[in-house]
């Protein structure tokens, strides 16, 4: 039982989404990656990028995020324009990114891992209700970031991010190459999530998975949203699916 730490719970009746992006355009460089994301997401839900290998999910979440060198278009998050803002204030508007590589410090113990990005904002669960979300973290605290199994790196990157207060979550294919009973553990913890009141975008190539705990799917393709999906229609629309997907 996560203390009262967490946030309340946020419910989709509220006015208006809690993330409007508009014409979202992003560069690596040269290269010309987003071509104008358009979508929203409400308090309380967790939505899913999803596309193939190179459709820019990936990039659409580091430029919410603001860690892509070039982009413009408007981000809205809870009524603030963020798209002129270092990541470091749109982190502390209560945002936090969780990278597909996770960003252990191989050098330094899970417990300074853990302990090492600051607090943000209020709001940020305890190291307890970490522990509580993460039985194994707390066993394996005295050992070396890189030491844990994929899975235990997901854990400790997840709970990392939600130690310093942030409430709307962005995370980069947390299932990749974990095994099943991970996945399971994974799903239940952003379920939970969900249930304390936490938004959540997740990107995700498996869409079965995505499906046992998303409210809509946005499908990305060459740097823009063609479709959403929601998920009570997922079914009715899964030869739809595998053609945007290549299954």
């Known amino acids: 039982m996560l203390t009262e730490a967490a946030p309340s719970p946020a419910t989709k ?18 290269s010309h990656v987003l071509h104008g994301i358009d979508f ?5 839900e967790v939505v899913t990028l999803l596309g193939r290998n190179g459709a820019g999910k990936t990039t659409t979440l580091k430029s919410i995020m603001g860690v892509i060198g070039k982009r413009k278009g408007s981000v809205v998050l809870e009524g603030t324009e963020t798209i002129g803002l270092p990541s470091r204030a ?33 709001g940020g669960l305890s190291v307890e209700d970490i522990f509580t979300l993460f039985p194994n973290i707390k066993e394996r605290l005295k050992s070396q970031g890189t030491k844990l199994s994929g899975g235990e790196q997901q854990m400790l990157a997840i709970g990392r991010i939600l130690r310093t207060g942030a409430h709307f979550l962005l ?5 990749e190459g974990l095994a099943p009973v991970i996945i399971d553990q994974i799903g239940a913890t952003i379920r939970k999530l969900k249930q304390d009141g936490y938004t959540i975008i997740l990107v995700e190539q498996n869409f079965r998975f995505a499906a046992t705990v998303a409210d809509r799917h946005y499908v990305v393709e060459q740097g823009k949203v063609i479709d959403m999906i929601p998920n009570d229609q997922l079914d009715a629309n899964i030869d739809k699916l595998h053609g945007y997907l290549g299954v």
């Open 90 to 122: 749109i982190a502390r508007l209560g945002m936090g990114y969780v990278p597909e590589e996770r960003g252990i410090y191989a050098s330094l113990s899970v417990e300074e891992n853990l302990m090492l990005p600051p607090k943000v904002r209020d």
């Open 13 to 30: 009746a509220d006015t208006g989404p809690m993330l409007e992006v508009r014409g979202l355009e992003a560069w690596y460089g040269e």
């Open 171 to 175: 995370l980069d294919e947390p299932t």
């Open 40 to 44: 929203d997401v409400r308090a309380g």
